[in-house]
């Protein structure tokens, strides 16, 4: 069922968290790309092997149930490099993501806290040109957990000076919602991998709630 049009993010918040792959960036294509290309240069089939919210160790681990005794270490290294390879080709915003941090950058701090690899974390951001809207962004050697941890998201917290409760959080994927619900934030998903698990639920960031979101900031 359809969720009431008349639920609406809160008007007073502390900061914006949000994740990166899919929430802020269209990545979701390199990510699997990427997977992919592991169980494709051992000769095998990768259908079903990406894991959405992952990190690359989560499809490491999964590669070395098919082929138990490979380098961890070295796997990992070959992924993130495929990874930054892809994204390299050409990284854009998702929908709306763009006049929603820089409309809320003006306002109050922002951060990304993402599943990612902190080195393509700060490639995207250097990309897409956005170092001076964020307050941090946030990769999974940031941290000692990555999601669903909630890690991730109270560290963010924590280098924007407010109290994680007082955070909005953006998350597409049920492992970064469980991250997010675990560290005590409001919660915004989007898309359906997720819409249930969260406060609001929207399709995308051109929602009319979103593009009319102006909250005031927690002194």
Same mark, same amino acid.
């Given at each position: 069922?359809?969720?009431? &049009?008349? !639920? ?26 990427? =997977? !992919? ?15 959405? #919210? ?22 990992? &290294?070959?992924?993130? =490099? ?19 941090? #820089? ?18 974390? &700060?490639? $995207? ?5 956005? &170092? ?10 940031? $941290? ?14 924590? !280098? ?7 955070? $909005? ?51």
């Amino acid at each position: 069922m359809p969720e009431p &049009q008349t !639920r609406q993010l809160p008007a007073r918040i502390g900061a914006v968290l949000f994740d990166m792959d899919n929430t802020l960036v269209a990545s979701e294509d390199a990510w699997f790309a990427a =997977s !992919r290309k592991l169980w494709e240069d051992a000769g095998a089939d990768s259908t079903g092997k990406g894991i959405l #919210g992952g990190t690359v160790y989560d499809v490491v681990d999964a590669y070395l149930l098919d082929f138990p005794g490979s380098d961890r270490d070295e796997l990992s &290294q070959r992924l993130i =490099s495929t990874l930054g390879a892809a994204l390299a080709e050409g990284v854009r915003p998702t929908a709306g993501a763009l006049d929603l941090i #820089g409309r809320l950058s003006a306002r109050l701090p922002i951060t990304i806290a993402s599943n990612s690899p902190s080195v393509i974390v &700060q490639q $995207v951001v250097a990309a897409l040109r956005w &170092q001076s809207m964020f307050t941090a962004a946030l990769g999974t050697e940031d $941290v000692a957990n990555p999601k669903p941890a909630p890690d991730l998201y109270t560290t963010a917290a924590l !280098r924007c000076g407010v109290d994680i409760a007082d955070c $909005v959080i953006f998350e597409d994927s049920p492992m970064g919602a469980a991250a997010a619900r675990a560290a005590g934030a409001y919660l915004v998903t989007i898309g359906p991998e997720a819409a249930h698990l969260g406060d609001l639920n929207v399709a995308d960031l051109t929602d009319p709630r979103i593009l009319n979101w102006h909250p005031e900031v927690i002194r």
